[in-house]
């Protein structure tokens, strides 16, 4: 009986169409509501903070100051928290997920805003 059981298996296996995708070829479907990776338009950015205190992993951090935005994409559980109270809406989510790390030194990606000009 068992034997028929892995008769069955073994044929399907081997002339059914692959369980898995191939991906370098076959290119991943992304779905509509996927959550894959945090933007920041840093032009729009006021460097409030808003989005570093809603951060329920503390991945963002802001300064104001420096006019420094950065996040740990290591600890980014991509809740979207973020991107619902920027103000400004600057932060966004795409589709599409974050590139693999090689590197741990990759992992707390960093942009810098222009300085504030100053009227005289």
Not at 10 to 23: C, D, E, R, V
């Amino acid at each position: 009986m068992a034997f028929n059981v892995i008769g069955k298996t073994i044929m399907k296996s081997l002339f059914g169409k692959p369980a898995t995708a191939m991906y370098p070829i076959i290119k991943n479907e992304f779905y509509p509501n996927t959550r894959g990776n945090i933007e920041n338009a840093i032009e729009q950015c006021n460097f409030c903070g808003l989005c570093s205190r809603r951060c329920p992993t503390g991945a963002i951090e802001v300064s104001k100051p420096k006019r420094k935005w950065e996040i740990d994409r290591t600890r980014c559980i991509v809740c979207n928290f973020c991107v619902h109270v920027c103000a400004k809406k600057s932060l966004s989510t795409q589709r599409h997920y974050t590139a693999p790390m090689t590197d741990k030194a990759k992992r707390i990606y960093t942009l810098y805003g222009e300085a504030e000009k100053k009227d005289a």
